[in-house]
């Protein structure tokens, strides 16, 4: 019978490629190790968090912006915001009044756990305190560490193309929540809108999907709703009531 001969350098990739997988294997246990504490912390202080993840210049901070400026009246607001240089992004959300910290992951291409531990006593959270976590900006990473959230907000824009869902499925299949965002620029586009939807059903039928522009402030109320609504029964859920 024909079988495969292993020399001594065949069989080091092998035990290097082995090792590997271990070491993946027991960081990703550890995350979500840690990420069960975040959640116990935050069921601890009645505040709910939501990963928020989507490629660069999907529109994450906008689509937070318009949330802020919607529900941050009536709630309790504080966002983290991951990046991999800079505090742009939290310079933007403190200047709506809100509380924000910034991580930088430097070389990272996603949060985890672990940094998010860290950064939530910083902020003074209290009950009903909706959290915004901003991941970096990536459509592949982030789908791997769970950060202790209630719910993967994912945010696609238009302009990223109907093919994203099919590309980048992990993502799609993990997130709770679709902000299909920029809808304004549809004009401009050559797809309409089903493209879209279809392909994210189609790798995730249970994806809750909703057409938003953040810059001309459409259909952001369902959105604000399901954040609101998804919010209170967590809340409630983990008061036992
Ligand atoms: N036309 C349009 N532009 C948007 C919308 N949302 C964000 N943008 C623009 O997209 C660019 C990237 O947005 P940003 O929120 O910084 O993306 P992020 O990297 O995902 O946080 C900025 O120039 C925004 O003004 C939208 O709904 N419509
Ligand atoms: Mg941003």
């Known amino acids: 019978m024909p079988h495969l001969h292993l020399d001594a350098s065949d069989r080091e990739e092998a035990e290097e490629l082995r090792r590997r997988m271990r070491w993946e294997a027991e960081i990703l246990s550890m995350n ?18 939501f990963n928020v993840i989507g490629s660069p210049g ?15 009246r009536e709630h309790p607001i504080a966002v983290l915001e991951g990046d991999q240089e800079t505090d ?12 924000v910290f910034q991580i930088n992951t430097g070389s990272g291409c996603h949060l985890d756990a672990r940094m998010v531990g860290r950064s939530l006593p910083r902020l003074d959270l209290r009950p009903g305190s909706l959290i915004f976590v901003e991941n970096v900006g990536n459509l592949v990473c982030p789908a791997l560490f769970d950060l ?19 590309k980048y499925p992990h993502i799609f299949r993990e997130a709770h929540v679709l ?3 920029k809808t304004d620029l549809l004009p401009h586009l050559d797809v309409g809108l089903h493209a879209y939807v279809e392909n994210a059903r189609r790798i ?4 809750v999907i909703f057409p938003v522009s953040s810059t001309r402030n459409l259909g952001m ?14 809340r409630v859920a983990f008061s036992g009531a």
Do not use: C, F
């Not at 994450?60 to 529900?71: A, F, W």
């Not at 995730?204 to 994806?207: A, I, S, T």
């Open 88 to 99: 742009l992004d939290a310079e933007r959300i403190r200047r709506l009044g809100v509380q």
């Open 204 to 207: 995730n039928p249970h994806l």
């Open 221 to 234: 109320r369902p959105l604000l709703d399901w954040i609101v609504r998804s919010a209170r029964a967590e």
């Open 148 to 166: 202790g959230e209630h719910a993967k907000i994912l945010v696609t824009a238009v302009t990223e193309g109907p093919d994203k869902p099919l």
């Open 32 to 49: 979500d190790r840690i990420a069960q504490e975040n959640r116990d912390y935050l069921a601890g202080v009645g505040a709910v968090a």
């Open 58 to 72: 999907s529109g994450k901070t906008t689509l937070l912006e318009q949330i802020i400026r919607l529900l941050g």
């Open 179 to 181: 902000a299909l965002t």
